[in-house]
């Protein structure tokens, strides 16, 4: 026969021209009439093996579980309309408890509890009034830690050998805190303190950024740099005023240590 690619004269029982390599379109029409038709006989002896009562009876089974399928989805569906009302009424009610209880302890001044609570418990921003006061007092927490950080490392020093350069350089990490965490609490509490959006805060602000005022006065930091850090701006670091203040409290450190 002639291949149908390359023009070669081969033999009908080649199942490739010997040339191209191409396959034979005769045989392979044969093989595949042949594939089909073993198909077909597996097919009709699957038919003549299962009954056709086993057919009928799987069938019926199949619709059964497909009509408990369906019937259990809509179950579910009305359950879960019906359920999200309630639940939406459950928790504004927990909400309200919640609400009372961290006013009640906003009345006894319980402000670290209410941070505890709020950071432990909750979500502070369901609460606008005290999602204030949890972010004013984790900052002024982290003010007061480091300032008693400070303290205590100085009475320390003060029972070893005195030793200038080393004081200032550890010193001047915690100074740098301070400094830093200072400018954070008066910046929050004079930008919620005055937005007027939510009412009952401002007096405890008030005392915070007075507190760490007579602080830094009390460290050495007076007039226009007391001022400026009590503002809090927002790039605090950024400026050379914050090098300043850090030098002006590591050098009162270093004095009071010295004099003793």
């Known amino acids: 026969m002639i291949c149908e690619n390359c023009g070669a004269d081969y033999r009908m029982k080649d199942s490739h021209c010997p040339f191209c390599h191409s396959e034979n379109p005769v045989l392979a029409e044969i093989r595949k009439e042949r594939t089909l038709s073993g198909y077909d006989e597996e097919a009709q002896k699957m038919q003549e093996t299962v009954p056709r009562t086993a057919v009928r009876k799987w069938t019926g089974l199949m619709l059964?579980?497909?009509g408990v399928v369906a019937g259990m989805a809509l179950v579910t569906g009305i359950l879960v309309a019906a359920w999200g009302p309630i639940r939406a009424k459950l928790d504004y009610r927990a909400h309200l408890l919640r609400e009372r209880e961290l006013e009640e302890l906003f009345a006894g001044?319980?402000?670290?509890?209410?941070?505890q609570t709020l950071s432990r418990d909750m979500d502070a921003r369901d609460y606008p009034k005290f999602q204030e006061v949890w972010e004013v007092y984790g900052s002024y927490d982290a003010y007061r830690r480091s300032l008693e950080s400070l303290e205590q490392y100085r009475e320390e020093f003060r029972r070893e050998t005195y030793d200038e350069p080393t004081m200032r350089a550890e010193a001047e990490q915690w100074a740098c805190l301070l400094i830093g965490h200072a400018g954070d609490t008066a910046r929050l509490c004079r930008m919620y303190g005055s937005d007027r959006v939510i009412q009952g805060n401002e007096a405890l602000f008030s005392a915070y950024r007075e507190e760490i005022t007579d602080d830094l006065r009390e460290m050495g930091?007076?007039?226009?740099?007391?001022?400026?850090?009590?503002?809090g701006p927002k790039?605090?670091?950024?400026?050379?005023?914050?090098?300043?203040?850090?030098d002006t409290i590591v050098d009162a450190y270093v004095e009071s240590s010295?004099?003793?």
Do not use: K, N, P
Not at 235 to 246: H, I, K, T, Y
């Open 258 to 260: 010295y004099a003793r």
């Open 235 to 246: 790039d605090l670091r950024e400026d050379s005023r914050f090098r300043q203040a850090v």
């Open 109 to 115: 001044q319980a402000i670290e509890q209410i941070y």
């Open 64 to 66: 059964a579980v497909c």
């Open 221 to 231: 930091i007076t007039g226009e740099l007391l001022e400026w850090v009590s503002m």
